[in-house]
């Protein structure tokens, strides 16, 4: 029922975010902040899977016990090319939007219940692994216009971090989270450990590197938006 529900609303939560990611942008690119901006509405099919495989520890009992507990359903990337500007990014989301709470940061000690310790219980990760800043928001009534008030009320979650991060992460994702070929081995769980060391050392050298030259920077054309 929370399925069929959601995909005759799909294309509602889809606007949201879209609108969203275009206000978000603007800001963004008027502030000098770098940065590719997307956004997307929660496909269906990976819903459905996700909350069957939520259902087994939670036990939904409603529709609107799914709704309270999946907060991505309308999502926004915000991926920087320089991580340091991630703070900026949040003074500014702040300012263009109803926060909902407060943001969640990342890295974040596992649940007791991590499907991911379920699946690599002999790894000890050396790195803090996925690096950013979560926001649940929803649009201002006063900076929208007359036919988009009606997306005031979804809930949109709004994931800032650097492209190196959400680069990383999706590998992490699809790999850990999704498996399609069995369960990751130990050899596999440390290559992805390597690999995110290696976007975290990026991360470090990329605000030296722009400090040395700010004038290559500036001069640098800009990034390509969705």
């Excluded at 949201?16 to 603007?26: E, Y």
């Excluded at 990014?89 to 000690?109: C, E, M, R, Y």
């Excluded at 979560?134 to 709004?158: C, F, G, P, W």
Aim: proline content about 6%; overall charge neutral.
């Amino acid at each position: 029922q929370f399925v069929a529900r959601y995909r005759k609303e799909y294309d509602f939560y889809e606007q949201a975010c879209r609108i969203c990611a275009q206000m978000l942008d603007a800001k963004l690119q008027t502030s000098g902040i770098r940065s590719i901006v997307t956004s997307r509405a929660k496909n269906p099919t990976r819903l459905e899977a996700k909350i069957r495989q939520r259902h087994a520890a939670k036990k939904y009992s409603s529709i609107d016990e799914i709704f309270e507990d999946i907060v991505d359903l309308a999502g926004v990337r915000v991926a920087l090319y320089f991580p340091a500007e991630r703070e900026e990014v949040g003074k500014i989301i702040a300012t263009q939007f109803n926060a909902l709470g407060d943001p969640k940061s990342f890295p974040a000690p596992p649940p007791a219940d991590s499907n991911k310790a379920k699946k690599a219980p002999s790894y000890k990760k050396r790195f803090s692994g996925y690096l950013a800043t979560h926001y649940r928001v929803r649009l201002r009534e006063d900076l929208v216009n007359e036919s988009q008030k009606r997306y005031i009320e979804a809930t949109i979650e709004i994931q800032v971090a650097s492209v190196l991060m959400h680069a990383w992460s999706e590998v992490e994702h699809d790999l850990v989270y999704k498996p399609l070929a069995g369960l990751l081995s130990e050899e596999e769980h440390a290559i992805l450990d390597e690999l995110n060391g290696l976007v975290l050392a990026g991360e470090i050298y990329v605000p030296p590197l722009m400090a040395s030259a700010p004038a290559a920077v500036a001069e640098a054309p800009a990034p390509l938006t969705v």
